[in-house]
């Protein structure tokens, strides 16, 4: 990318969905963002399973749209693991 510029592009095993993280966005210092939302269908494995991993998050909490937990990547990026409420 040039001189003390980085990309970086994750995604969740067998998904299209991508975050891509770059060192070139002077607006976007590290923890400059916060509730980014990561959607899950089970919450409670993604949580133990990162938990095991040894990310510190809050307790799943309930709310009318959803549960969801938070967590805080080592920049200090806010994160929200969400398992969206079930339509039907």
């Known amino acids: ?3 003390g510029m980085s990309w970086i592009q994750l995604a969740p095993p ?4 991508t975050i891509a993280l770059v060192t070139w966005f002077e607006t976007m210092k590290p923890g400059g963002l916060q509730g980014v939302m ?3 269908e089970d919450i409670d494995a ?6 095991g991993r040894g990310l510190e998050l809050t307790d799943i909490k309930q709310e009318p749209w959803g ?3 938070m967590f805080t990547d080592p920049d200090g ?3 929200v693991l969400r398992e969206p409420h079930a339509r039907g």
Do not use: F, K
């Open 1 to 3: 990318m040039g001189p």
């Open 14 to 17: 067998g998904q299209s969905v």
């Open 38 to 40: 990561v959607n899950t």
């Open 46 to 51: 993604e949580h133990t399973l990162l938990r």
């Open 67 to 69: 549960r969801y937990a």
């Open 77 to 79: 990026n806010g994160w």
